[in-house]
């Protein structure tokens, strides 16, 4: 966030347009691997890109992170972030 917080103090409130890129990872059960992100508190993806039959446990590395869970797709998600609502309901 550190960048961000840099911009920010050269260009005020204006909007920020930023890239990202995330990838849909999908457990043995075909729940969805969401991350709770420390700004917004919601659970959600950027850019998306699907990866299955991932193994392993994963981790969270930065500070950008809270959090990682499996979703099964077939329940609500709290807290979801709106744009990965819409990515999700074209899944």
Known sequence: MGYIMDLRKLVGSRPLILVG?????????????????????????????????????????????????YFPLDEPIPEINPFTELVLRRV
């Open 21 to 69: 890129a995330c990838v849909l990872v999908f457990n043995e059960h075909d729940h969805l691997l969401l991350q709770k992100r420390t700004d917004s508190l919601d659970w959600g993806t950027m850019a998306v890109y699907e990866a299955v039959d991932v193994e392993g446990t994963p981790t969270i590395h930065d500070d950008e992170g809270l959090e990682l869970r």
